[in-house]
């Protein structure tokens, strides 16, 4: 018995794949989707940081803030014009900077 699937849509993966933590107010970090196929489009949010490069393309590069997390989110359009979410609120948790105060002792004090 053969059996067709008439009118159904492009499947599209929409798991995005992101650090799981990352250091406040650090560069160059990296977020995907699967590649949806020729002709498919990419729109990313971000919250909690900057988008640095490919807002519209299947990678995004970004740089994280100096709050709790990093939100992500991306929109996948099929060439046939079928769109789907990302991961809702994807979240990259962000690790604050340790302290890095220099105290500085009076002479004769030093130890």
């Known amino acids: 018995?053969?059996?067709?699937r008439a009118g159904v849509s492009d499947l599209l993966d929409p798991t995005i794949t992101a650090p799981d933590i990352v250091c406040a107010n650090s560069v160059d970090?990296?977020?995907e989707v699967a590649d949806a196929g020729e002709g498919a489009t990419y729109a990313?949010?971000?919250?909690?940081?900057?988008i640095t490069a490919g807002q519209t393309e299947r990678i995004?590069?970004?740089d994280a803030g100096d709050g709790a997390s990093?939100?992500?989110?991306?929109t996948i359009t099929s060439p046939s014009g079928c769109a789907t979410?990302?991961?809702q609120n994807e979240v990259v948790a962000i690790s604050p900077l340790p302290d890095a105060t220099i105290t500085l002792l009076p002479p004769g004090k030093e130890k």
């Open 60 to 62: 995004l590069t970004f």
């Open 1 to 4: 018995m053969f059996t067709a």
């Open 85 to 87: 979410v990302g991961n």
């Open 70 to 74: 990093v939100i992500l989110n991306c």
């Open 29 to 31: 970090h990296s977020a």
């Open 44 to 50: 990313w949010t971000i919250s909690g940081g900057t």
